[in-house]
């Protein structure tokens, strides 16, 4: 699957590297694979989008990057590679090390990632202090720094979470994340409780930052038209498995496999003439009950007789697009 591991761009090494990684659940009822036997890699200065619907292993995907997995999740399989060191192999000493100076996570919801109960600058000087041996003033002037650079006024530093609007909030969370000038950033749907007006207000200022710190982002989101905005390539997946990923541009306008059709018709387009939205028939597969062959052969209208005999492997059809089943 080594050709499969290629960023968008061949001129130097991937900053990050994922080769033939497995996740598992496991339960009194069998073990679930959440990620099963996924490569892909992210350039420097790169976006990659990873699109799916929920329960598919975006965010299983996204923890394993930084180990921050707890029980019953396992990773059972592969290596994890920043710039050519292997996280699952980290101690902890190092593994502190990579956290948040490296790559940090801007999660799900704003609300969850911030305590109630103490101000913003008290969780932006707590991860500075944590990580460098600077003063308190000194954390405070660099909180200052980062709630201007994504637009917030420096009086907010004595405000509470609870104080904030949506978009404030998700604002500081990215503050945070951007606090200790890290290469990687992780975004697990950082914009699905917003409304679209903060929304494109948020991505907007991602542009500017990403131009300006040159960092990479690992962008997930159930939202295709969304990340054909912000990522150079998207991958998606389904059941633990990526069967799409290419560069924004091909994926859109020729997308090969028929979940990631179904995921684009099911978007409304804003220009042109209206057409019909067509959903996705039936339900997520059961990851303890894994049919054989295709994965999503239940669902998929395409479906012949090769889908329910064998499951289908990741191939190139052309320059940076990979596709995993039986049709093309």
Known sequence: MSD?????????PPLLEINNLCVDYVSPNGIARAVNNVSVSIAEGETLGLAGESGCGKSTLAFAISRLHKAPALISEGEILYKGQDILKMNDKALRAFRWNEASVVFQSAMNSLNPVITIG????????????????????????????????????????????????????????LALEPKLIIMDEPTTALDVVVEREILNELYELKAKFGFSILFISHDLSLMGEIADRIGVMYAGNIIEIGDAETVFDSPQHPYTQGLLSSFPTIHGPKERLYGIPGNPVNLLNMPQGCNFQERCTKCFEPCTQNEPSLKAIGPQHHVSCHLT
Not at 137 to 145: D, N, Q, W
């Open 4 to 12: 499969i591991i290629e960023t968008a761009s061949n001129a130097k």
């Open 122 to 177: 008290e969780q932006i000087t707590d991860v500075i202090q944590a990580h460098k041996k600077v003063s308190l003033k000194h954390a405070l002037e660099k909180g200052a720094e980062l709630l201007q650079i994504v637009g917030i006024h420096p009086d907010r530093l004595t405000a509470f979470p609870h104080q904030l609007s949506g978009g404030m909030r998700q604002r500081v969370v990215i503050a945070i994340a």
